[in-house]
């Protein structure tokens, strides 16, 4: 598991900078001047927190995937592994939502150019959030709520669905957020549970607690 940093006011700025100019303007908009002038600090300062353009990039994924994993580990456990999987679903929504700059950096919409991190990176990055979710998926398999496959496969199938629905909303195709939920999210995740093996009346159970906007 990731352990939180204990980050400076002035890293978290720069970082936020950074991820907002990148959201925005791609690597070409990147530059330490105006990486420092969006946090209000000096060149100096992003040089002396992270060294060089490259190490703030890759503090700012690294940070994305923090965030990510903080609103993961709170998702309760209870006696329903469907239900939580659903907490998951929501901690995913609700925490891009609060980042979005950092979300579409961290996964790529945005372009990263020659500042991209290789395969290997990326995976070794965004592991331990993954593991949340093949560790719920697991849950679910074991309870006998989904059907007897991989759960890194079914985990791969969850995050691949959930990424395609964020990149949309906060693209803005779904307006109000809580109606591309409702009419969209909902459903979808639903009938992709009942697809790996839970029954649609546990599923329609289960599902009620999931989404709180």
Same mark, same amino acid.
């Given at each position: 598991?990731?352990?939180?940093?204990?980050?400076?006011?002035?890293? *978290?700025?720069?970082?936020?900078?950074?991820?907002?100019?990148?959201? /925005?303007?791609?690597?070409?908009?990147?530059?330490?001047?105006?990486?420092? /002038?969006?946090?209000?600090?000096?060149?100096?300062?992003?040089?002396?927190?992270?060294?060089?353009?490259?190490?703030?990039?890759?503090?700012?994924?690294?940070? =994305?995937?923090?965030?990510?994993?903080?609103?993961? &580990?709170?998702?309760?456990?209870?006696?329903?592994?469907?239900?939580?999987?659903?907490?998951?679903?929501?901690?995913?929504?609700?925490?891009?939502?609060?980042?979005?700059?950092?979300?579409?950096?961290?996964?790529?919409?945005?372009? *990263? =150019?020659?500042?991209?991190?290789?395969?290997?990176?990326?995976?070794?990055?965004?592991?331990?959030?993954?593991? +949340?979710?093949?560790?719920?998926?697991?849950? &679910?398999?074991?309870?006998?709520?989904?059907?007897?496959?991989?759960?890194?496969?079914?985990?791969?199938?969850?995050?691949?669905?959930?990424?395609?629905?964020?990149?949309?909303?906060?693209?803005? +195709?779904?307006?109000?957020?809580?109606?591309?939920?409702?009419?969209?999210?909902?459903?979808?995740?639903?009938?992709?549970?009942?697809?790996?093996?839970?029954? &649609?009346?546990?599923?329609?159970?289960?599902?009620?607690?999931?989404?709180?906007?």
């Amino acid at each position: 598991m990731t352990v939180r940093r204990n980050e400076s006011p002035m890293r *978290l700025r720069l970082l936020e900078s950074a991820a907002r100019l990148l959201a /925005a303007e791609g690597p070409s908009g990147l530059s330490t001047r105006k990486v420092a /002038a969006e946090a209000g600090t000096s060149t100096m300062a992003l040089y002396s927190q992270f060294g060089s353009m490259p190490d703030l990039v890759k503090a700012v994924v690294d940070e =994305g995937f923090v965030r990510l994993e903080q609103a993961f &580990a709170q998702v309760p456990q209870t006696d329903d592994p469907i239900a939580d999987l659903g907490g998951i679903f929501d901690a995913y929504i609700t925490n891009a939502r609060k980042n979005p700059e950092l979300y579409v950096v961290m996964f790529g919409s945005a372009s *990263l =150019g020659g500042y991209r991190g290789t395969g290997e990176e990326i995976l070794h990055t965004g592991r331990y959030t993954f593991d +949340y979710i093949v560790n719920a998926a697991e849950r &679910a398999i074991e309870a006998g709520r989904l059907d007897k496959k991989p759960p890194v496969a079914v985990a791969a199938q969850i995050w691949t669905t959930l990424h395609g629905y964020t990149v949309l909303e906060l693209a803005g +195709y779904y307006t109000p957020p809580s109606a591309g939920v409702r009419n969209v999210l909902q459903p979808m995740m639903r009938n992709l549970i009942i697809g790996l093996g839970d029954k &649609a009346p546990d599923a329609d159970t289960s599902s009620q607690t999931w989404f709180s906007s």
